[in-house]
């Protein structure tokens, strides 16, 4: 049997006229579950009731089960996921003032070991479906009901999203399908420790999609013990890189800040210098503690200073005190726990 979540639109149209129906049973049924969120064939009001039984008995509707979840008062909700092998991942919710903002993940792990993340220490298991990726986005919406305002997605759940590519686009394309679920590009942000090919390869795909890089060092070589994937994908390529190309959006910097280690004024003077010619917006995430490493939170004031420091600069700053600490739904915290 399918799992309907996995297949893309046109190898739905396919499996739904290879049992005879007619090739607009496919979009009616990506209208129900992708667009109208309503999973239950019995909501399927415009399809014959033969033909629902009919999709039933050749397609899985079932969404991977969300086993646990954990609110905290500002509304952030992380949801424990269980996927159909008896893995584990995490996706969180999160309300803004005019939005809401889905985290989402990419692997169950992540292969990349940095020293400060949760799931960087939980290795990597495997990387998700396309399909895994898209049943936490419905997940997510189902959680909201009936809800206004606009939908951020953010791939900075569990995993690296550039190191599942192919996955990764084949979700993004039903993502931003306006007949199915219709993100805007402009809405969703890859996060990546920077897999040069991959980055590439993903702006040339979806010129729209925002970027995230996770910098966390102010050179190559203190990104190197924080971030052993800079062994392999030198820093320097990677601004290059940034520099070079055009395009609309501003790349964001993620900086977590980690007392004693990148947190000094010439580090910040580094940044600066590293990020001069690019545009660009730097989030400095002051390090969110877990159980795998033993890094301090620097000071209110170390943080400030370090911020004021680039603003002086010209560069455009938001320090980033994370949301759901206390239910371990910040960033580097997941870890399927
Ligand atoms: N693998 C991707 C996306 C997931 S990590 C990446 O690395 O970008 C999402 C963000 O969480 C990254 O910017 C990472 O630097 C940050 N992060 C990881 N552990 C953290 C911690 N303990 N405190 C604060 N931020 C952390
Ligand atoms: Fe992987 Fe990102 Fe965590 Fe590094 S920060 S271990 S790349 S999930």
């Known amino acids: 049997m399918e799992w309907f979540y996995d297949l893309s639109e046109a190898e739905l149209r396919k499996s739904v006229t290879g049992l005879g129906l007619k090739e607009f049973v496919a979009v009616q049924l990506s209208t129900w579950i992708l667009n109208k969120n309503i999973v239950d064939p019995d909501g399927w009001s415009n399809i014959s009731k ?3 039984e009919l999709l039933t008995e050749n397609f899985d509707f079932t969404l991977d089960r969300s086993i646990r979840t954990d609110a905290d008062p500002s ?46 220490n939980l290795g990597f298991k495997r990387d998700l479906f396309s399909g895994e990726i898209i049943s936490q986005v419905i997940l997510l919406k189902k959680e909201l009901g009936d809800y206004e305002g606009k939908i951020n997605l ?16 084949k979700a993004l ?8 679920i219709s993100i805007s590009p402009r809405r969703i942000t890859v996060s990546t420790a920077g897999i040069l090919k991959n980055l590439k390869k993903l702006e040339e795909d979806f010129p729209n ?40 959006h501003r790349i964001t910097f ?26 660009s917006k730097i989030n400095i995430i002051p390090y969110n503690p877990n159980d795998f490493a033993d890094f301090k ?41």
């Open 50 to 52: 033969e033909n629902r």
């Open 75 to 120: 509304g952030t909700k992380k949801f424990l996921i269980e996927l159909q092998d008896g893995n584990r991942i995490e996706s969180v919710l999160i309300r803004e003032k005019n939005h809401y903002t889905f985290c989402i993940s990419s692997q169950v792990g992540c292969a990349l070991g940095c020293k400060f993340c949760a799931t960087g």
């Open 154 to 169: 953010v791939f900075m759940g569990m995993g690296e999203p550039l190191l599942n590519y192919e996955n990764l686009r």
């Open 173 to 180: 394309i039903r993502l931003t399908d306006e007949k199915g």
């Open 209 to 248: 999609i925002k970027i995230s890089f996770s910098l966390n060092g102010s050179d190559n070589t203190q990104r190197q013990k924080l971030m052993p994937v800079s062994k392999k994908e030198h820093l320097d390529d990677i601004i290059e890189y940034f520099r070079d190309r055009k395009r609309k």
């Open 254 to 279: 993620e900086y977590v800040l980690i007392e004693g280690l990148n947190d000094s004024l010439e580090d910040a003077e580094k940044v600066s210098k590293l990020l001069r010619g690019i545009p």
């Open 297 to 337: 939170t620097p000071s209110e004031k170390k943080v400030d200073e370090f911020a004021e420091f680039l603003v002086k600069k010209g560069l455009t700053v938001m320090v980033r005190w994370s949301k759901g600490k206390d239910i371990r739904s910040a960033c580097g915290q997941l870890a399927g726990e």
